[in-house]
Each structure stands twice: as C-alpha cells, then as structure tokens.
C-alpha cells in the first residue's frame, strides 16, 4: 500500500512488538492509543473510555456471551471485546462501538495497515529531528 497525499501516517512499532492477543498503549500527535493484534489483524482505539476517561489499555479483553433463547448461551467473538477498567463498559476493537450503550457511545478507531520496512523506508513521511554536538564528552540535544 502506499502512501496517501493528505493521511497522516505514523510508524507504530514492528509487528513482532505485538503478539497475537495483545495489546500495545502509545501516543500519537498526543492521543493516546491502544493497538490490538487478534490473529495477526491489527486494530486500534483511542485509549480513553468516553464514559470516565479510563484507559481502555489497562482493561480485560473477553469476549461476548450470545444466546438463541433460554438456557442456550455461547461465548463468541473471544478476544475481540475490550472491557473498560473502571466501570466494565465494553467495545468491539475491530470498530469501536459500545456493547453498553451500542446506538450512542463509541471510542475512536484508526485504520492500521501492515507496511514492510522498505514501504516505510520510502514514505513520503518527515522524522522530527534535533541536532546534536558532543561537547567535552557531553551529548546536547538542541530543541
């Protein structure tokens, strides 16, 4: 895939620094972000609650409990349910949406995309950079 004029892009951290069932909190552009790995298929939310502000990193990822009638329960979608810490309101990673109040909450999603490292390489994208000296064994970084 390659890049589009317009979208901001920003190199997260090797698919090998995300296992299958894992997570990684970050900060881009000061938002907090969670990245998700479920079967190799990478999501991510905004890492706050909209209920209460919580890190949605810090919570449980489960899973839904469906039923066709009484007495008749499955649990589905294992994995793919995060669970917010402080007050268990849950979201689909893959989109966001709320279980809890499914017509009007949701946290933010981003698209994610797998890139190769020669992808990456190319951009076009811009690393901030500062100059550095060493003076008298000392490393200066100028900001």
Known sequence: MGWRRGVSKHVIAPVTDIPD???LATTVKGRPIV??????????????????????????????????GPGCSKFTRLGEIIKCPWHGWEFDIRSGQSYCSPISVKTKSYDVTIESGAAVEKGPHVAETFAVSVENNYVVLEL
Do not use: K, M, W, Y
């Not at 990245?35 to 489960?62: E, I, K, M, W, Y």
């Open 35 to 68: 990245v998700f790995n479920r079967s190799g298929q990478f999501f991510a939310l905004l890492d706050r609650c909209p209920h209460s502000g919580a890190r949605l990193s810090d919570g449980l990822l489960t899973g839904l409990i469906e039923s066709d």
């Open 21 to 23: 069932g894992g997570r």
